[in-house]
C-alpha cells in the first residue's frame, strides 16, 4: 500500500518511514508540483495539516497524509509555533530560525545558566490522513514532546530545532540522537505510531 506524503521535507519523511518500516505501507513524498501554491495559512497545526492532506487528495484523486509540527515556547507565547519552519522569514534556513529562537530567549533574561532554569518547550505533531479529497472522516493523531530549550546547540543529527531540544529527563538534545532514538520519544514518532495503527486497522 503506497502511502503520498503531502510534504517536502526529507527529514520528516525518513522519521516517518522507521516507524511504517515493518509494516506494508509504503509512504512516497509528493511531488513539489502537486503541493505548489499550496499556503499554510490557519492559525493552529490541525487546520495546517487538513489543508496540505486535502490539497493533495484534491491533487492525485486519492488518499494523502500531512504531518504539521512545530515548536512551541510558551514564554514566547507560543512561537514559532505553525511558523516554525518561517520563524526568521520566508525560506529561513534551520540556522537562521534556531538563531532567532536564542535571541528572543535572551530578550526575555535566560542566559543559558543553569541549565536545569531553561526556558519549558515542546514539539508538537499532527499527522493527517485523508481517504479522499471529499472524504468526510479524516484520521488525526498527534503527539507532543516536552523539554527545555538549550541556548548552546548540541548534536549534528535530526533537523530543525533539534540541536536546541533537551527532552524531558533526557541528557541529550534531540539532535544527539539517532533516528530510532528519537522515534521512540518524538511528538513525530507518538503521532505515527498511532497513525500506524488506524492505518492497518482499516
Ligand atoms: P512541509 O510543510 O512541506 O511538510 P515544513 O518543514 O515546512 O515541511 P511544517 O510547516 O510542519 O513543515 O513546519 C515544521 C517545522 O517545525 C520544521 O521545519 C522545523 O523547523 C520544526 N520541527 C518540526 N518537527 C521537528 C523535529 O522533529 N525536530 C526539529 N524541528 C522540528
Redo the contacts with the bound molecule.
Sequence with gaps: MNIL?????R??LK?LREIFADTPVNIEMAQSSM?EGVE?SAPT?VE??LI?ARALAEKVGGPAL??????VVPCLNGA?G?Y????CGQNAS?AE?NAKLVRELKRQGFSGEPEKSAPEAF?Y?VLVYLEGPRYPTPLMCEGV?RGRIVLEPRGDS?????PH?LPRDGAHT?AELSTNE?NAH???GQACRAMRSLILSE
Design positions: 506524503l503531502a510534504s517536502s521535507n527529514h520528516k522519521e503541493l499554510e497545526f495546517n495539516a496540505k500531512a504531518d504539521d509540527s512545530g515548536l514559532p505553525v516554525s519552519s518561517r520563524y534551520d530560525n514539539f505533531c514532546w535530526g533537523f530543525g530545532y533539534d531540544f534531540a528519537k518524538s511528538h513525530r
